[in-house]
């Protein structure tokens, strides 16, 4: 079945990165977007970007500009999501999720980061 | 940026009907999704591009977009249905999201 499997859960000091993976199985990665989407503890979601996996092209949220990087490994069919200079205010669960159809269908199971010193 | 708005808290009785509303300028104009999210769970899509279902969707979840406002619509709502929802907008874009909506069935 369609499935997006994420790393798991990361202890992170403020100011280091983090490095978040997807795989994707049950389609052919190249054909969908994959986007990144957080949720802080308590709180909604919130939309950081998205990539083609076929191209590499991106976009990113303006907030998150300069300190976040998505990318991916065709060969492994999986995408990466990386945070820098994380601070307290990152700790978030951060889900990956495909989107076909203008609407994002498959989901990962989400990704916890906690950032504290 | 673009804002989405959405009730905190929307109250219904099981088998009544749950409307919760999001707004934001010109939002008829993008494509509406609503998503579905339970206590420690992934979001679901209920709802895409402004008025489908999934599969596997039940039909007593419908959506509609014009002007500035979108709806979904929970027809004979059951306990299963209490949740967080969420709409988001979609164009060339942006894939915002709105606060969140907590639907109580009681």
């Known amino acids: 079945q369609v499935q997006l499997v994420q790393s798991g859960a990361e202890v992170k000091r403020p100011g280091a990165s983090v490095k978040v993976s997807c795989k994707a199985s049950g389609y052919t990665f190249t054909t969908s977007d994959i986007n990144w989407v957080r949720q802080a503890p308590g709180q909604g979601l919130e939309w950081m970007g998205w990539?083609?996996?076929?191209?590499?092209?991106?976009f990113y949220v303006q907030k998150f500009q300069g300190r976040v990087t998505m990318t991916r490994d065709t060969s492994k069919n999986t995408a990466y999501l990386e945070v820098s200079s994380l601070r307290s205010d990152d700790t978030a669960v951060y889900y990956c999720?495909?989107?076909?159809?203008?609407?994002?269908?498959?989901w990962g199971q989400g990704t916890t980061v906690t950032v504290s010193s | 940026s673009y804002a989405l708005t959405q009730p905190s808290s929307v109250s219904v009785s099981p088998g009544q009907t749950a409307t919760i509303t999001c707004s934001g300028e010109?939002?008829?104009?993008?494509?509406a999704c609503w998503y579905q999210q339970k206590p420690g769970q992934s979001p679901v899509v209920v709802i895409y591009q402004d008025n489908k279902r999934p599969s596997g969707i039940p039909d007593r979840f419908s959506g509609s977009n014009s002007g500035n406002t979108a709806t979904l619509t929970i027809s004979g709502t059951q306990t299963m249905d209490e949740a967080d929802y969420y709409c988001?907008?979609?164009?060339?874009?942006?894939?915002?999201f709105g606060g969140g909506t907590k639907l109580t069935v009681l």
């Open positions: 988001q907008a979609w164009d060339s874009s942006t894939r915002v």
């Open positions: 999720t495909r989107a076909p159809s203008r609407s994002f269908d498959i």
């Open positions: 990539m083609n996996p076929n191209s590499g092209n991106t």
């Open positions: 010109k939002l008829g104009e993008r494509y």
